[in-house]
Antibody, heavy 117, light 110 residues
Framework: QVQLQESGPRLVNPSGTLSLTCGVSGASISSGSYWSWVRQPPGEGLEWIGQISDDGYTDYKTSLNSRVTISVDKSKNEFSLKIISMTAADTAVYYC??????????WGQGTLVTVSS | QSALTQPPSASGSPGQSVTISCTGTSSDVGNYDYVSWYQQYPGKAPKVIIYDVNKRPSGVPDRFSGSTSGNTASLTVSGLQAEDEADYYCCSYAGRNRYAFGTGTKLTVL
């Protein structure tokens, strides 16, 4: 059974950069699946951020496209999220997820990232 | 990829049926048979309960069913149980390798 685990700093300064990593176990990140990041501001709904294929092809939500980078490290069986120019509006629980076709079938437990000085 | 529209809340008594709507556009819900539904308990990660409009992953009770009509998708929970009280989110493929989630519905079992 695949397991995903987010890791990274929980506090980011305004205008700073968020860097999160998702470690994958129980499956190879090179298995042909797509891998995404989804976030959820406190008390609000889910927002798809972007995805990456196992060969590194990326797609991002249009409104975040200029600030987001998703990358994959096959040697470590993990993928990462970077968001620049963070503001309070980026405060959220960030989830890494695996695609099962055109849906998300496995989720990490999520990590709360707060933007504050 | 604008958010799909769901009612903020829904409710029903144990044993009853409740339907949650998810309204999108002809660019997402109305154009692809790739609508999925997620159940989320407080403080927990979402879990897929319906995918590809009406398919259920292994282990999901058949009390949960999905459908679409035009630009609107629907999740029906039959034989409502106390454990069904949770937040529910729809999600649709929106083309060009992008996805849109719904605004979310809090389901209360009376």
């Amino acid at each position: 059974q695949v397991q995903l685990q987010e890791s990274g700093p929980r506090l980011v300064n305004p205008s700073g950069t968020l860097s999160l990593t998702c470690g994958v176990s129980g499956a190879s990140i090179s298995s042909g699946s797509y891998w995404s990041w989804v976030r959820q501001p406190p008390g609000e709904g889910l927002e798809w951020i972007g995805q990456i294929s196992d060969d590194g092809y990326t797609d991002y939500k249009t409104s975040l496209n200029s600030r987001v980078t998703i990358s994959v490290d096959k040697s470590k069986n993990e993928f990462s999220l970077k968001i620049i120019s963070m503001t309070a509006a980026d405060t959220a629980v960030y989830y890494c997820v695996r695609h099962g076709g055109f849906h998300f079938d496995s989720w990490g437990q999520g990590t709360l990232v707060t933007v504050s000085s | 990829q604008s958010a799909l529209t769901q009612p903020p809340s829904a409710s029903g008594s144990p044993g009853q049926s409740v339907t949650i709507s998810c309204t999108g556009t002809s660019s997402d819900v109305g154009n692809y048979d790739y609508v999925s539904w997620y159940q989320q308990y407080p403080g927990k990660a979402p879990k897929v309960i319906i995918y590809d409009v009406n398919k259920r992953p292994s282990g999901v009770p058949d009390r949960f069913s999905g459908s679409t009509s035009g630009n609107t998708a629907s999740l029906t929970v039959s034989g409502l149980q106390a454990e069904d009280e949770a937040d529910y989110y729809c999600c649709s493929y929106a083309g060009r390798n992008r996805y849109a989630f719904g605004t979310g519905t809090k389901l209360t079992v009376l």
